[in-house]
């Protein structure tokens, strides 16, 4: 293996300062660094000492992690909010001093961050900290990736800056978010759960397949929340370790913004890229697991045979296809879907690569591909519109992209669906379903139930 040389912080510090261009107030600086192996779940825990927000990310599919701690830089917006993030996150790169020998994935300048499923509804009080669409770049980023573990330093200096101080305050602020590294034993249970307005719920549900019967749209997603009281403040840590250990082929993340944090495990990519390769994933279309082997392979394939779910698919298989047709070439998706076994449901699964073409980056294909028929409907225009009318909660940033992108053109967003809102001791969890022509309200309302599983089960019940 290759040995690379590090240079001491000071000296790279001492390096930018000084060579600062008189027209320029501040500069932002870059530095990773080689660590040994950490605990990622540890090291979030730990930084609490810190009192800054954190973002956790991991793939649990692959040996993935990025923690962010606090924020070097962060990209809002409302209107436009690709466009503008785009041109933000550019400006960003061109004008940073990056000190990366490593140049693996998620190392260096990494923006992690997400968005609200729809800027066009109502914002409620409830989603308050989180804005329409809001990117960070971490003041302090863990990576794990391929059993490597990589530090990396962001921080913005100026020309009054003095390189000592600068570097004596980081490795101040390093050896405290190293120091206590220790996993809490959390016991949480849920003292009060409570269904939001059920009945309505189902109410809206035959009212998008009335729409959908009088060919007003084709498919419509309908969201309903659960609210949760729990004994105690929910320990953040505790639950991701929790939805890790039991969710295979799924992206756990969390998004704290003071008191807040958005958790969820999704099985749903929705786009990742590798350089120019891309991979998306359609998955619609759900059934239960069997109890035992023979009913879980009975069950699923009646899934793959039943029209209704094939429906709910084959309109994201389609959509998708068509919206990476302009960004991309090469396309290959397989004529028919498999099952997609999860811990507590199975759904209808089509994965698809592409490569991307010249000229466009990971913002185009965000907005593209949000939302598509699996969170919102066919087509677009109607289904969103239906939404924004007709249902009861504020999404906020449930069913929307939530992901990274580093310098490097590697980047990775999942549908935040499987999730909730934490609060304290209190919680908010949202699950949907594809309403199509031949759904039945109390079969989508059990769908749902099932929906909720992942994150109830990780929070007391
Ligand atoms: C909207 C959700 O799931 C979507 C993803 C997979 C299967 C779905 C379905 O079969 O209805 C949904 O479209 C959710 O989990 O809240
Ligand atoms: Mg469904």
Known sequence: MIEVKETPIEELLDRVISNLPSNKKYQLVSITKKIKEVNTLHFFEGAKALNKDRIFWTSTAEQ???????????????????????????????NAKIFNPYQVAGTGVVALGGMAFDPKKEQTHLWEKFSPSQFTIPAFILTKNNNNYYFTINTYVTKDDHPRQLATEIEHQESLLFRNMEQPSDHLTINEKI??????????VRQAREAIRTNKAEKIVLAREMRLKFNKEANIASILQ??????ANSYIFAFEKGEDCFVGATPERLVKLNGEQLLSTCLAGTAPRGKTKEEDLKISQDLLKDEKNRQEHEFVVKMIKGALETYSTEIEIPNEPIVYPLKNLQHLYTPVTAILKDGYSIFDIVKQLHPTPALGGTPNKESMAFIRDHELLDRGWYGAPVGWLDSNQNSEFAVAIRSGLIQGNEASLFAGGG???????????????????????????
Do not use: C, Q
């Not at 929790?242 to 969710?247: F, G, N, P, T, V």
């Open 64 to 94: 993935y992690d990025v923690v962010g701690i606090g924020n070097a830089y962060e990209i809002h917006a409302k209107e436009n909010r690709f466009e503008i993030t785009e041109n933000k996150w550019n400006e960003l790169l061109a």
């Open 242 to 247: 929790k939805l890790i250990d039991k969710h």
């Open 435 to 461: 309403i199509v022509k031949d759904s039945n309200l109390e079969e989508e309302y059990e769908e749902t139930t099932i929906k909720f599983k992942p994150m109830l089960s990780v929070l007391g019940d």
């Open 195 to 204: 269904e939001v307005k059920p009945d309505k719920w189902r109410e809206t």
